[in-house]
């Protein structure tokens, strides 16, 4: 079975440019979750969508991040302009439902300049 | 507080040697327990589900003390492949709010 899919991989961006980071996750898997992880820290929610549905984006900068799930299945994160704070590990995750375990993919690691 | 706590480390360890740490929540509502292992510049990858009575893995055995409010995770005979990071991750069921902790570094040497 296919892991969770997650490009690019690797992307080095000048700040106030616009960046994308594409996820698609298990198949079958309902709860998709943006996650941001700085170095010698967990991960921290940004959004985690049910289906199609945004339920918590509680977390997400709203002024600069943005996010869609639109047909339930892969989703997009957007930053615009991004700052060099942003520089991260951006990470996605699946699970079957919001009470299961998840699983992650390789994350796209986002360096701003 | 943060909702989730780990003693950072690093936990320096020879082979073949047992080694366990814990993990503290501060939400008496969390409801499921999850450690992770998350290798350098690689992510988090499931190691196992923490149940209410307690369970093993092979070497890994997790523990939960609600009254307490933290969980353990011991690892017996140790690998020079089990140097990870290892996060503690506790889901609050009623709204699905994983916390994730910072992670405990473990290495173990020859």
Redesign the interface.
């Known amino acids: 079975e296919a892991g969770v899919v997650q490009s690019p991989r690797y992307k080095i961006i000048e700040k106030k440019q616009p960046v994308a980071f594409w996820c698609n996750p298990i198949s079958g898997h309902n709860t998709l979750y943006w996650y941001l992880q700085n170095l010698g820290q967990g991960p921290e929610l940004l959004i985690r969508y049910e289906n199609e549905e945004a339920v918590d984006d509680s977390q997400l900068p709203k002024d600069r991040f943005s996010a869609e799930r639109l047909k339930g299945v892969d989703s997009t994160l957007k930053i615009q302009p991004a700052e060099l704070g942003d520089s991260a590990v951006y990470l996605c995750a699946s699970s079957s439902t919001g009470a299961e375990a998840q699983y992650f993919g390789p994350g796209t690691r986002l360096l701003v300049l | 507080r943060k909702e ?1 706590e780990q003693d ?1 480390g690093p936990f320096n360890v020879p082979e073949g040697a047992t080694v366990a740490f814990n993990c503290t929540y501060s939400n008496s509502a969390s409801q ?1 327990f ?1 450690w992770y292992r998350q290798d350098c510049r ?5 190691l196992m ?1 923490v149940y209410s009575s307690g369970n093993e893995d092979g070497r890994f055995t997790a523990q939960l003390n609600r009254a307490s409010q933290y969980i353990s995770l011991l690892i017996r005979d140790s690998k020079l492949s089990d140097s990870a990071t290892y ?1 503690c991750v506790v ?1 609050r ?1 009623y ?4 916390s ?4 405990t570094t473990v290495t173990v040497r020859a």
Request: zero cysteines; aromatic letters at 14%; a positive charge.
């Open positions: 989730v950072p499921s999850f690689k992510e988090p990858k499931l589900s996060l889901n069921l709204d699905y709010k994983l994730f902790g910072a992670g």
